[in-house]
């Protein structure tokens, strides 16, 4: 069974596949404090639940953005699954053309998330990865990565209007009932999850000008759902999208 992670900046999305199936997966929060053990206990738990053990697991990839956690993840494959991790970085087989100015500034997440969709939705491709970050990759008709944009994500614009406005306190970011919010917390859910609807269709827009033709739209990550839920240019929601692109990025290298 394969073995692939996902670290991010907030979540760290871990999942097993069995051949091409994703057989279970899993977000964990991402703490740069918590120790190798703890990682590894808690995912060894997470696999025995599902009737999958440690032993089973033959192999590992993983992509992250976040440095400080790439030796903890090496350390809990090595010590836990008795497996090396290929790590997404410079140097690995990816398929995919990156017209970036310096390719090597992609994270790895965007590599991966590129490589399911083109493998899975076939180019061109606009993809909206709804996280930490608010991140959109552009995919020509070719299969190329052209680059993308990047806004703050939905949680980071609401903690950030929490902390700066006196007056205003943390609410739930839920689907709005109504766009005119009539008390404080339905005024602020539709401000953040309207406006970042609202964001969505105004970037998916300039960008299918930019790209001349039409494109289909894949939105992932932990927002995609319910932002979906609001628009009608976003084609598909696919949360397993890198967990997908890492198990193809193993198969090119393995």
Known sequence: ??????????NITVGVFEGE???????????????????????AN?????????????????ASVVPDLDPVFEAVCRRYFSVRPLVVSTGV?????????????????????AVAAIKLYGPPLILVDL????????????????GGAIAPGLV?????????????????LARPTSAIGRNTVAAVRSG?????????????????GELGEEAKVVATGGWAELVAQET????????NLTLMGLRFIYEMNC
């Open 232 to 239: 009608d240019v976003i084609d598909v929601v696919d949360t």
């Open 131 to 146: 996280g930490t970050a608010t991140v959109f990759d552009a995919i020509s008709k070719d299969g190329d990565y052209l």
């Open 192 to 208: 953040v999850i309207y406006g970042y609807v609202a964001l969505v269709e105004g970037m998916v827009g300039r960008f299918k």
């Open 21 to 43: 199936k994703l057989k279970a997966s899993w977000r964990l929060e991402a703490d740069v404090n918590r120790l190798a053990d703890e990682y590894g206990v808690l995912m």
């Open 93 to 113: 087989r990816t398929g995919l053309r990156i017209l970036y100015d310096s390719p090597r500034e992609v994270g790895a997440d965007r590599v991966a998330d």
């Open 46 to 62: 997470l696999l025995d639940h599902e009737g999958v053990g440690c032993e089973q697991i033959d192999a590992a990839v993983m």
């Open 1 to 10: 069974m394969l073995l692939a992670i996902d670290v991010g900046n907030t």
């Open 156 to 172: 980071i614009a609401a903690e950030a209007l929490f902390q700066r406005a006196a007056r205003l306190y943390r609410v739930e």
